[in-house]
């Protein structure tokens, strides 16, 4: 049963502490994506990846969040200093890109929800 | 900038009814539009996907519609019932820039189902 895995599921720290989530994409899928749902913004794509490499990070705070992808079966999104407004629920979601030029299905992981204190 | 808006926020039926939800988006320039399922302190499960070129997917008792030039898309649920009872949500899949494949989400109708 292929699924995007997570973890942690949950995660508390304290103001100022690093925070790092992984995730596992589905075997064989080239996409990669990390999203954050707060109850006020909804879900928000952070950042994601094609092939390993990034191709938008542009809804991710720079000073503080870095996202990778060391291989193809990990992907790591890292906050640091984490603040109390980075509470949320971040998920990640795989997908398969075929042809360049057609959208692909998403799959989502259960997600790391996150509470700093 | 594409926006994606899902009304109502919120929806409660009796169990066996037939019901619509709505879904919006204001850029017609979608790859695709996915529906999903979401129950509480859950991830989300795809339901359906349908392609830019595409009006309609079915699955079991779901048939999603799209109608790109009016922006709008519906998810109909037959005969519903309490295991329905769920947030589901609609995203828009972009197909320009550096944006190719990514989702825009609208904020969800919570459906709840009464036995």
């Known amino acids: 049963d292929a699924r995007v895995t997570q973890t942690p599921r949950h995660k508390v720290t304290e103001m100022g502490q690093e925070v790092t989530m992984r995730c596992q994409p589905i075997l064989g899928h080239n996409t990669v994506f990390w999203y954050r749902q707060t109850m006020m913004q909804g879900l928000e794509l952070l950042a994601y990846?094609?092939?390993?490499?990034?191709?938008?990070d542009s809804g991710m705070p720079k000073d503080r969040f870095s996202a990778e992808m060391p291989d193809a079966t990990l992907a790591t999104l890292k906050i640091q200093p984490s603040e109390p407004r980075d509470s949320a629920v971040y998920f990640c979601?795989?997908?398969?890109?075929?042809?360049?030029?057609?959208?692909?299905?998403?799959?989502f992981g259960p997600g790391t929800r996150l509470t700093v204190l | 900038k594409q926006e994606v808006t899902q009304i109502p926020a919120a929806l409660s039926v009796p169990e066996g009814e037939n019901l619509v939800l709505n879904c919006s988006f204001t850029?017609?320039?979608?790859?695709?539009l996915q529906w999903f399922r979401q129950d509480p302190g859950k991830g989300l499960t795809s339901l359906l996907l349908i392609q830019s070129s595409q009006r309609e997917q079915t699955s079991g008792r779901l048939n999603a519609s799209l109608d790109k030039s009016s922006g709008r898309s519906t998810l109909y649920i037959a005969a519903s019932q309490p295991g329905d009872s769920a947030t589901y949500l609609c995203?828009?899949?972009?197909?320009?820039?550096?944006?190719?494949?990514?989702?825009?989400f609208g904020k969800g109708t919570k459906l709840s189902v009464k036995p």
């Open positions: 995203a828009a899949s972009m197909n320009y820039g550096g944006s190719q494949g990514n989702l825009i």
């Open positions: 850029d017609s320039a979608i790859y695709n």
């Open positions: 979601a795989s997908g398969l890109v075929i042809w360049s030029d057609r959208g692909n299905e998403q799959f």
């Open positions: 990846f094609r092939n390993r490499a990034p191709l938008d």
